[in-house]
């Protein structure tokens, strides 16, 4: 059986339970799901929350001590975490149930990291089917249904001029739908507004 780094550092402090976790098939995986499952449960939020803190403190977030990556919060009446499918993952509800943010924490004793951020109700996204895409406006919501479809894809292997003026197309498509969210939701740019439009 074949060392690893993290199973040597384990081994060179003295952490026979990390050594195990890191020499054990999956080991290093399963340790990072529990960390997820235990954060899911406790009243806490990474430390690193990006330039989202005002924003959480606006939504209703109340903080505490700071323990390590991980500081108290109090949540929302309603407001939850659910851990995703991947183990560094866990989604931010509100009460609605509306998936509102998103935390990572890496759980593996020899790289711990963790920092969450707020989503935004609207984005702008490209849809790849082949030669064909759509631009769309995205709600979380799920109440508006804004694109533009049809547009031809650039072919960047191919003429080096009609791939620039397809991409063109499909850039303008992002800023018309960019300027009708400008125009329709001033604020949807932040992660706070229109929510509850």
Sequence with gaps: MKITPAALKAAMSGDAENFMAAMMPGGIEAQEKRGQIEQSFAETLPVDMGSNRKDFEVLGFVFGKVD???IEAKFPKGWRKRPTEHSMWSEIMDDQGRKRGAIFYKAAFYDQRAHAHLTDRFYVIDDYAGDVRTVSVVD???KVDKKITGL???NWNGDRH???QLDDKIESARKELTAWLDKTYPQWKSPVAHWND
Excluded: Q
Aim: glycine share 16%; hydrophobic share 50%; with cysteine.
């Design 68 to 70: 390590g990556l991980f």
């Design 140 to 142: 979380a919501c799920g």
């Design 152 to 154: 031809k894809a650039p």
């Design 162 to 164: 009609v791939a620039e």
